[in-house]
């Protein structure tokens, strides 16, 4: 479990805002299925996504190290993906002013 403390920078913020700024790794809805499964609670009541944060409030994270440790690692950008492969001009099928149409991998 991981607990936080709000200060006076993030108060009067969404809950759900806060949660994707720390859990950078994590998609929204991830954040909100882990709301949905009691994983989230702030001053040990289960809140709503759009609950607005004060100053002093605690929120507790029940995820285990690793996992807390996956969703708040940086994302890798499109060029040193976890494939190492960056995009590529044969990637490219379509291009003109306004479309663009590649074939990414999985």
Known sequence: ????????????????????????????????K?????KIKVNDLRQDNEYKLA???????YLTDDDFQ????KRTSPE???????????DILYEDGSLLVLNKSS
């Open 1 to 32: 479990m991981k607990k936080f403390t709000i200060t006076q920078n993030d108060a009067n913020q969404r809950l759900d805002k806060f949660l994707k700024k720390l859990l950078v790794s994590s998609s929204i809805s991830l954040i909100y």
């Open 34 to 38: 882990l709301n949905r499964t009691k």
């Open 55 to 61: 100053v002093g409030d605690q929120i507790a994270l």
């Open 70 to 73: 996956k969703l708040t690692a």
């Open 80 to 90: 040193g993906g976890p494939s190492g492969k960056g995009l590529e001009k044969q």
